[in-house]
């Protein structure tokens, strides 16, 4: 290859490089890594990862399969976009958090604006399953929303008013689905929960409301959806359950990997993009210059 066409072919790389970063470069903080693991019982507001596994049953590691848990905050992956509540759809209440240490709320006119962004406005969904059975889950009663772009993991930020933790930032069920006006469960797919955040995605130094940040996945990673339905409590809820209803800040999809559903490239991604462009333009201009004639 030619010195100018090796040029060429690095700029567009480049280029490439920078239209598939937004998303694709995220990355996981670290997890505990089982019971061995010092902060396997360090407790947040009561509960600490041990809970996850000699509680519920979970076994909380790094590897496939087992529950991540993170002694740290979310951290969004670039161009994360919000979930859109379908309408008032199935919200019962809606509310704001006006104390975030002390858990203190008002409750508003209900609304989906309540839910639509991470602003400690939260949307209250009533549950109608109060067991483990899936099959009794009726995720179309459930607060959907459209998540902008296909999704194989659902983040969701719960919003927290009492104790006890972990239940209380768990009382919710988890579905995808492309038709979110079916009332047949086989057009649902129950996502199950993958990784846990316990000072949710502000340091509890901060906020304590925010409770845990939680990411929900499907079984395949091939699998994908545009709608996800937060149903208050549900087979997926941890119980026994201290009420009968979630409160819930805001839900965005992920990629199987992790990254953004539905986000476009950042005016800076943008600017590289140009300007590798223009390098491209230019590198081509100069070799039909030199080309002998």
């Given amino acids: 290859m030619s010195s100018n066409r090796l040029l060429v072919a690095l700029r567009l790389a480049g280029v490439v490089a920078c239209i598939a970063g937004p998303g694709a470069a995220f990355a996981d903080p670290p997890f505990i890594t089982g019971p061995a693991d010092p902060n396997y019982t360090t407790l947040f507001q009561g509960a600490s990862a041990a809970t996850f596994g000699t509680t519920f049953g979970f076994t909380v590691g790094t590897g496939p399969g087992e529950l991540h848990v993170s002694t740290g905050t979310w951290t969004d992956p670039a161009g994360l976009v919000f979930g859109t509540a379908l309408g008032t759809g199935n919200l019962t209440a809606s509310g704001t958090t006006t104390g975030l240490l ?27 399953n109060f067991t483990t059975n899936t099959a009794l ?5 459930g607060t959907i929303f459209d998540l902008g772009g296909q999704a194989n993991k ?7 008013d009492h104790g006890p933790l972990p239940n209380e930032a768990l009382e919710y069920t988890v579905y995808l689905t492309d038709d979110p006006s079916s009332h047949s469960l086989a057009d649902w797919h129950l996502a199950t929960l993958a990784e846990v955040y ?13 409770g845990y940040t939680t990411v929900w996945t499907l079984a395949s990673p091939s699998d994908t959806f545009r709608y996800v339905s937060v149903q208050g409590v549900g087979s997926k809820a941890f119980q026994p359950l201290s ?21 476009v490239p950042e005016p ?6 140009l300007a590798g462009l223009g390098a491209i333009g230019l590198a081509a201009r100069r070799r039909r210059e030199l080309k002998p004639k």
């Fill in 268 to 273: 800076e991604t943008y600017a590289l993009m």
């Fill in 198 to 210: 316990m000072q949710g995605w502000q340091e509890d130094s901060i906020a304590l409301a925010d």
């Fill in 137 to 141: 889950d009726t995720p179309w009663n």
């Fill in 243 to 263: 009420g009968d209803e979630d409160e819930i800040d805001a839900v965005a999809g992920l990629t199987a990997e992790g990254g953004s559903v539905g986000a």
């Fill in 154 to 160: 659902a983040v969701v930020f719960p919003i927290i």
């Fill in 102 to 128: 002390n858990f203190a709320y008002g409750i508003d006119a209900t609304s989906p604006s309540s839910v639509n962004a991470r602003d400690y406005k939260w949307g209250q969904n009533t549950g109608t």
